[in-house]
């Protein structure tokens, strides 16, 4: 196992490669990188550096894989699982400083950046030119954090996740060499495919430093709409009739009663109270965007929707997304004093109603508040389960719920998670999902990380190889 602490010896080799001012052994900066967005337990590293290049970023790797040290990368920080949580403390590895635009190509549709740029400012500046990158994980995360989680959320049924819109990586394996990975083409059958290798590989197989991304045009023609159902087997249902219909929208989220409850509780909205589908159309023409949304309102109503409403103007569609994307806020602003789980689960899209069904049946046998909400068109549910914090046994009727609603993803032939990452809460559930396949990547693991230096603790019940 490699060591958990530094030595001042070992602080100094940091400060003589990133300069003094960029290594901390302070308190302050140690808890900040402690713990992310998750309830996992947080875990001090013993120094925080920020490098500022790839050569850096080797020669800090060179000197931890030959001193066993442990480093774990570090983004934004609002991954959900404990992705970036340094569980054998060491060093924390921030990429704050590689925060560079590098070149953008609009007749490519391709941007090359820096791992620490921000997701929204990145777009904020692509916009510029008519473009943007697609997958959209709601919070400012960085663009390395959303390749190592292979980051998703409302765009993906048009889109794809972040695998499907990166070209090429530069990246720092765990023994300090800088390989390159992909290339600028659209398409290769030239050798392994290694780029995907690294992304949702959590910063344990590389630290990305550079990726040139996939752009998408601006859509010239958009539409929301929401549809409204009696019940939530309806609304579930007819998310497999749009996405069956050939139709493929930009977005289709689904909410159950007591979410829109509580979003029309904050801002003010009049979305009837009943199990809810947020969608978003893009097209080239206002008229096939017309002929879509025909389609889709007959599916909606073949499902005996309550109430359709499309067309919405780009102010209200742009606040329904925001408040969307601050779902999880509001729930905790409206439940003072209780905290939740958010589990990510995905099944094929046929079963997404099954998922649904198995998810708010064990909350509701439990008597407790039953938020459901997911990006539906990629059969991806995200249930929030309720625990007063503090309480061992409110936490462990949440953890048990949270483990019936995996195993229900698993026999629908899903996965454990399906944008938020193994992390430190998913490692148990590997076995199961992948079976013999888990001994290839710990194989890989091992081969690339010799003596498990990189983000050890994560995706692997524990990392066992190395001489340390």
Request: hydrophobic share 40%.
């Amino acid at each position: 196992m490699p060591q958990e602490n530094l030595g001042p010896q070992h602080v100094d080799y940091l400060m003589s490669v990133v300069g003094k001012e960029h290594v901390s052994v302070t308190a302050a900066d140690r808890e900040q990188h402690a713990r992310d967005q998750s309830f996992h337990e947080a875990h001090l590293p013993t120094a925080v550096v920020w490098p500022a290049s790839a050569s850096e970023i080797s020669a800090i790797l060179k000197y931890a894989n030959q001193h066993h040290i442990p480093v774990t990368p570090w983004g934004a920080g609002s991954s959900l699982e404990g992705n970036p949580i340094p569980v054998h403390g060491g060093i924390i590895l921030d990429l704050l400083r590689l925060d560079r635009i590098l070149a953008i190509r609009p007749d490519d549709f391709q941007v090359d950046v820096q791992a620490g740029v921000r997701y929204k400012d990145m777009n904020a500046q692509l916009a510029r030119d008519g473009l943007f990158f697609a997958p959209d994980p709601g919070a400012n995360a960085s663009i390395g954090g959303m390749i190592a989680n292979n980051a998703a959320g409302t765009r993906t049924p048009r889109y794809g996740a972040t695998k499907d819109n990166v070209l090429r990586l530069e990246l720092v394996t765990p023994t300090g060499d800088i390989i390159h990975t992909g290339s600028l083409a659209h398409k290769s059958s030239s050798a392994y495919d290694l780029t995907h290798l690294f992304i949702g590989s959590e910063g344990t197989l590389g630290v990305v430093t550079t990726a040139t991304l996939r752009l998408a045009p601006l859509p010239e023609q958009f539409s929301a709409a929401v549809a409204s159902f009696e019940t939530v087997t309806a609304a579930t249902r007819a998310v497999s009739g749009v996405m069956g219909s050939g139709i493929v929208p930009a977005a289709l989220e689904f909410l159950n009663t007591a979410v829109v409850r509580e979003l029309n509780g904050v801002e003010e909205f009049s979305l009837p109270e009943r199990p809810t589908l947020l969608m978003e159309f893009h097209s080239a023409t206002a008229a096939a965007l017309q002929e879509e949304l025909g389609l889709v309102r007959a599916i909606c109503q073949g499902e005996n929707c309550a109430a359709f409403e499309a067309g919405l103007g780009r102010d209200e569609r742009d606040r329904l997304w925001r408040v969307r994307h601050q779902t999880y806020e509001i729930l905790v602003r409206a439940n003072p004093g209780v905290a939740f789980l958010i589990v990510d689960l995905a099944v094929p899209v046929s079963r997404f109603p099954d998922l649904v069904a198995a998810c708010q049946g064990a909350m509701v046998r439990e008597n407790m508040k039953t938020y459901l909400v997911g990006h539906a068109g990629d059969g991806n549910l995200h249930p929030l389960v309720p625990y007063q914090p503090g309480n061992e046994a409110s936490f462990g009727l949440a953890t048990a719920i949270h483990a019936e609603m995996v195993q229900a993803a698993l026999a629908l032939g899903g996965t454990v998670t399906a944008e938020h990452g193994v992390g430190i809460g998913k490692r148990k559930y590997m076995g199961q999902e992948h079976g013999r396949s888990l001994a290839v990547m710990q194989t890989i693991k091992q081969a690339l990380d010799p003596n498990g230096i990189l983000n050890p603790g994560k995706i692997f019940a524990e990392t066992t190889f190395g001489n340390g």
